[in-house]
T-cell receptor
Framework: DAKTTQPPSMDCAEGRAANLPCNHSTISGNEYVYWYRQIHSQGPQYIIH???NNETNEMASLIITEDRKSSTLILPHATLRDTAVYYC??????????????FGKGTKLSVIP | SAVISQKPSRDICQRGTSLTIQCQVDSQVTMMFWYRQQPGQSLTLIATANQGSEATYESGFVIDKFPISRPNLTFSTLTVSNLSPEDSSIYLCSVAPHRPGGEAFFGQGTRLTVV
């Protein structure tokens, strides 16, 4: 399984862009990069995912390096409600076709007023 | 997106008893998973709930302790048996499409406290 490395915590000023890095140097060619977040006491929320190209949706942008060994999640205008633990996950498919997610420790993002 | 209803949202149980958690999805899904989140920790996959066959358990989790049912493509249950205080955790149901590049969705979790 490709593993991910994220900083344990980050701060971001409200209204500024939050840039959350993730290293996944052992990622294989058919593995996707997913980002989820978990706000305290809630189930994880899907944010965005990508394979090779950069992606953008209404929540965030995902920038994947050309060698795919790292990525950055960008929250363009962070609000206090974006305070959460953010998980970068490389999605694994095992031989039986089971698309499971392996969660690391994530990055605790604190948005500061 | 899939809407997942997980019940109960929380419970306090006596040690030695069992708790059954239900997961209902608003659409048919191929893949359903059960996760555990111990206090202050990340999520750990317990098992994959397979429709019409026995669940596939991850290392460290066994069927006797965590029996799982999946009678159809929209419903699954997880039972946590012979409860001890170490079982106090949040248990989460998740669903995912059986194709590359499809996002998984999570229920809001069941917070279990064993006393």
């Amino acid at each position: 399984d490709a593993k991910t490395t994220q900083p344990p915590s980050m701060d971001c000023a409200e209204g500024r862009a939050a840039n959350l890095p993730c290293n996944h140097s052992t990622i294989s060619g058919n593995e996707y990069v997913y980002w989820y977040r978990q706000i305290h006491s809630q189930g994880p929320q899907y944010i965005i995912h990508g394979l090779k190209n950069n992606e953008t949706n209404e929540m965030a942008s995902l920038i994947i390096t050309e060698d795919r060994k790292s990525s950055t999640l960008i929250l363009p205008h962070a609000t206090l409600r974006d305070t959460a633990v953010y998980y970068c996950i490389v999605r694994v498919e095992n031989g039986a076709g089971s698309y499971q997610l392996t969660f690391g420790k994530g990055t605790k993002l604190s948005v500061i007023p | 997106s899939a809407v997942i209803s997980q019940k109960p949202s929380r419970d306090i149980c006596q040690r030695g008893t069992s708790l059954t958690i239900q997961c209902q999805v608003d659409s048919q899904v191929t893949m359903m998973f059960w996760y555990r989140q111990q206090p202050g920790q990340s999520l750990t996959l317990i098992a994959t709930a397979n429709q019409g066959s026995e669940a596939t358990y991850e290392s460290g989790f066994v069927i006797d302790k965590f029996p799982i049912s999946r009678p159809n493509l929209t419903f699954s249950t997880l039972t946590v048996s012979n409860l001890s205080p170490e079982d106090s955790s949040i248990y989460l149901c998740s669903v995912a499409p059986h194709r590359p590049g499809g996002e998984a969705f999570f229920g809001q979790g069941t917070r279990l406290t064993v006393v």
